[in-house]
């Protein structure tokens, strides 16, 4: 594992015991859970560690850790940060620096994606239909906060550039898209998904595809799953045992200024 894995590891050994101390519910997803049944840890270039939390267990947590506990914090849309522009949350270590250079000058410390699990429908059809209501809303926010980056295909940065003028605050935005998505109860609905963030259709899936978190394997500990590892890795990936070609194996997010010794708040 490179550093920036190391670190993560420890964030999340932390993060998951706390969760099972304060009963919260919470599964690795997307590419961390891929990687947790693929390759029994990290994918090898892999630069990030992403959880979701159902909407009820997810208030909780940012409750529980809107002031830091030792030296770990969670930020989210509800706590007025002007430069905080996500619609779901980021757990950080306060010990590290880190700036995202994706995104427009945010500079916090290492993180890990906290996202929230929300109800969708009850039917394939509906869920599609609450899903479009909320995806505009969250391209033009993508839009809005990403930056110019170069190897990025050439209309994806006119977009962005387009996305610079939008006539919207993107924090007010972030705080819009979470209370559209946190409508429907998760435990309530046949249909779920990440919904924070650019999500894309295949984020919905059955509830039960989530089903009871599952014990998984990931480097040295051991995190909670899916239930139903085949469905959701399908449904999000496709042929998810092929690997990637090598040209193609690469961390989807940019950094800067990172190290490891240095509080941001500081």
């Not at 859970?33 to 990290?42: E, I, P, S």
């Not at 972030?174 to 209370?179: C, G, H, M, R, V």
């Not at 042929?239 to 070609?245: E, F, V």
């Amino acid at each position: 594992m490179n550093q920036l894995q190391n670190k993560l590891l420890e964030m999340l050994t932390w993060l998951s015991k706390y969760l099972d101390e304060h009963n919260i519910r919470y599964y690795v997803v997307a590419g961390t859970f891929l990687g947790a049944v693929r390759h029994k840890g990290f994918i090898p270039w892999d630069d990030d560690v992403d959880i979701a939390v159902p909407r009820a267990d997810y208030q909780k947590l940012i409750e529980l850790l809107k002031e830091p506990v030792d030296h770990y914090v969670i930020e989210s849309p509800y706590g007025g940060a002007p430069d905080f522009i996500y619609n779901f949350a980021k757990f950080y270590d306060t010990n590290t620096t880190m700036t995202e250079i994706a995104r427009k000058n945010v500079t916090r410390g290492v993180y890990i994606d906290v996202f929230p699990l929300d109800g969708i429908g009850d039917t394939p059809e509906e869920s599609y239909r609450n899903y479009k209501k909320i995806d505009i809303d969250n391209m033009l926010l993508t839009m809005k906060i990403s930056t110019y980056r170069k190897g990025r295909k050439w209309w994806k940065n006119v977009a962005v550039a387009c996305g610079a003028l939008l006539p919207f605050n993107a924090g007010k935005m972030a705080l819009k898209l979470d209370k559209l998505s946190a409508e429907r109860d998760y435990d309530k609905c046949n249909y779920v998904g990440v919904l924070a963030t650019n999500a894309r259709k295949n984020e919905i899936m059955p509830r039960e595809y989530y089903g009871k978190p599952t014990p998984y394997k990931f480097e040295n500990i051991t995190v909670y799953g899916p239930e139903k590892a085949e469905e959701y890795l399908t449904r999000l990936f496709g042929d998810w045992r092929q690997l990637p070609p090598e040209n193609e194996r690469g961390g989807g997010h940019f950094f800067t200024d990172i190290d490891m010794n240095r509080s941001y708040l500081k």
